[in-house]
DNA sequence: AATGAATGAGCCTTCATTCAT
DNA sequence: GATGAATGAAGGCTCATTCAT
């Protein structure tokens, strides 16, 4: 019993390095040597435990992606739609910015977008795809029915990409260009606060541009 | 014909090779052997020409950049502020969203900031970085003198984020959710128009909120 | 008989066989391969084991230099100093003459003297550099206080040097001039007798030429 | 007429490029492309005036040889032997300590010694072997007709064997011990002077050793 | 007479994976 | 349940050599 449960614990050292190596290099430019070091167990646990790297992969992004699950709450539908959009950026935000677990998620999906490896895609869409189409009833839920679909959808991308512009700067000092942001929970609010302000305005902006088109 | 050509030419052939594939898959990821094969040269001839893998990479990444550059025609002064924003934003976006040279540069630097290799800091801090000083300036002229620094901060992340993240939606099936975007000119030139719009709006609000602040 | 073996076992046969491949050739031109082929071992194991191939350059030296230190007990200070120079030179050169591990620190220094990398240039210091010292000790024994410290030197380098040189002719045919001298033990000891006769001639002569041009 | 003339200059360049860089790193680890850089000179003149490496080596031995030849004019026989070895001696050590050419020879055979290639085995036999009969006939004046031949050869191997040790000492830190032998002209007569001090009365005593012996 | 261009062979190293215990 | 040992495949780099002009 004891002893299963030693396995268990191993198990999930690895996936919590794993989660970690992934996030921050992607699954090529991840070393399985590397996994197994933070980790602090052989490197032959690996194939023991989950077969191959791509299979550790897959099962670091589901954890990863749990995790993200259990916390991505969106707001009660009772509130007003613009509210429920500031509360769904600020939870992105704090996330994105967040240097320990809150991010894997985030940054082993960027790493994907940016370097694909077709693992995670079935997942991918199966999970996430949903949560996307809950923003995009949100923006729809502002927006208004008039507008047409193509205008939602834009939208949605302005706002998810400012928020993922954030990850990418977190990894590079070339982004930065000696502009040091601090990412302290403070920092991160006043970041999820203006793409909050800036979103609504642009998103009322395009609304009102359509129906004055049509 | 002749098998002995210029050099410079099959010099050429290399780069463009290596701009391909280092776009396509970042520093580490590209293989040496994949560029020559692409190139129809020896393997070791990337030694002849350009010393080794690293310096390749710099060389490529420094022919994407100049072929950035010279259409890269900032709007001339004269124009209002939002007007010349609208056109840098169609600027960046045609050349996000075209799949021949002119995405060569974006990705390139994408790939450093979600994998940095660091090769490329010093140029980009020489070449690219006051680039983005001229986005700052174009969005303080339209803000006013009186905004703080960060909130242009903010608003230039905004903008710059929104059209970045094109980048990723080119590279990965899993960002589109079955929404194939058609990467047309004519859907270049309505992503610009959205993102102008968006932003002009969002940059407005933020603007407004600020000096309700104070 | 198994085919995973105790790993020192197998460590043991890689160090083995760089110290044969590496006093034959030198480092540079060693190759990795060839000390695998001997150790019987896959190519990749040294990466296992030492690293890379400098690492194992040093462990290589390592071992050299401690089998022979293990047997190169300095004469009881209890003998007259001729005494104890003759059994030193006798020792030298039964070890250098010694085609099996015997020289193998002898060659090995030989061919960083020859073609330095200044990988050893530490350890050589820590561990032998002392022990020229103890000759330089010796020799100023015979040949008392009053001889400048040049003097010194010079008698140790020729006593040094006269050892070296069989190192040498044992590598090269060139060097034999058809005088095929057989290295067995006997001739060993004719050789050592005769540097010893030879250089305590030399050392007394130029003991009392110094003595006489003060 | 003067394009063969240039022809024959750009083949002494090579040829003296060649020299440096064979008497510094040996055959193996002299790269064509260093003494090309050296001599100014295209790559593929090498192919063109010497066929390839090896005999580029063969042919920069040669006239390493040459020089050391003309120059090397022993002592005239009408001088007592212990003279002429003097003058000998000297002759060999101001060559070994002399940086440019006229260490040339020395230092290529020392390396060819240490890490033998084979390829001027015959040229050695042929041209130099010779010298060191003569060496050996010098010996064998000052120790008389009655030593046996191993005796007189052991003499001879001391002789050479001290002065090869100090081509060794100038390649590397590591003999050194932080003795910083200065290389200058005087040294070197110091040098010489104590070789043959010391060499001679290790002969005499051999000598004397031998004759007490039957 | 001379050279720029190009290549093939070989080397060291990395790394995921497999084997035997 | 877990691990130390070992390996094969592949990558980047070096370097002497060859080719065409």
Redesign the interface.
């Known amino acids: 019993m004891t002893k299963r449960k030693d396995g268990q614990i191993t198990r999930q050292k690895i996936l919590d390095a794993a989660c970690d190596i992934f996030s921050e ?2 699954f ?2 991840a070393r399985v040597t590397e996994i197994c070091k933070r980790a602090g167990i052989n490197l032959a646990a690996v194939n023991y435990y989950f077969g191959d790297k791509k299979n550790l992969y897959v099962e670091a992004w589901r954890q990863a992606m749990d995790q993200f699950m259990v916390s991505d709450v969106l707001p009660p539908r009772s509130l007003p739609p613009e509210e429920r959009l500031r509360q769904a950026i600020r939870n992105i935000i704090q996330k994105v910015l967040d240097d320990r677990t809150g991010s894997h998620f985030r940054r082993i999906e ?7 490896t ?1 693992l ?2 079935d997942a ?2 199966a999970l996430i ?1 949903p949560r ?1 189409e809950e923003m995009f009833q949100l923006i729809r839920d502002i927006m208004g029915p008039d507008v047409p679909e ?2 939602v ?3 949605k ?2 706002i ?7 990850i ?2 977190q ?5 930065m ?1 000696g ?1 040091a942001f601090d990412t302290s929970t403070d920092q991160a609010d ?2 999820a606060e ?2 909050t ?10 609304c009102s ?1 359509n129906t004055a088109d049509f």
């Open positions: 290099k992607g090529r430019q960027l790493m994907e977008l940016a370097n694909p077709g995670i895609d991918w869409r795809a996307q193509e205008s959808r834009l939208c991308m302005s998810i990409n400012q928020c993922r512009g954030y990418l700067n990894k590079s000092r070339m982004g260009m502009e006043r970041i203006h793409i302000c800036f979103s609504i305005a642009g998103i009322r902006a395009v541009r």
